[in-house]
């Protein structure tokens, strides 16, 4: 019980982060891991409980690890071209 509590109050903090306003890309690419993270531990917490096979814990860190690499890679570009993560300094449209 404790613990699926602090997975919850992991995953509010790190959607707390994502949602409120930050300058940098890379806080909000870390506010991303961190969620991942939380999601990691709650569906360990959920397959040990329930006795089943730890095979989609890999799946899903292998699909985790894929997302921040492409996102580490999108930094690299945004800082190549751009010079800086300031999401000021660029324009979307």
């Known amino acids: 019980m404790?613990?699926?509590?602090?997975?919850?109050?992991?995953?509010?903090?790190?959607?707390?982060?994502?949602?409120?306003?930050?300058?940098?890309?890379l806080i909000v690419l870390m506010s991303l891991e961190f969620i991942v993270l939380s999601i990691f531990f709650l569906l360990m917490l959920y397959l040990v409980m329930?006795?089943?096979?730890?095979?989609?814990?890999?799946?899903?860190?292998?699909?985790?690890?894929?997302?921040?690499?492409?996102?580490?890679?999108?930094?690299?570009?945004m800082i190549r071209t751009h010079g800086n993560d300031y999401f000021q300094s660029f324009n979307l449209i």
């Open 50 to 77: 329930i006795e089943y096979n730890m095979f989609m814990l890999m799946v899903f860190l292998v699909f985790s690890v894929c997302e921040g690499a492409l996102g580490l890679s999108i930094l690299v570009s």
């Open 2 to 25: 404790m613990m699926s509590l602090l997975v919850l109050v992991m995953f509010l903090i790190g959607n707390m982060i994502f949602v409120s306003k930050h300058k940098h890309l």
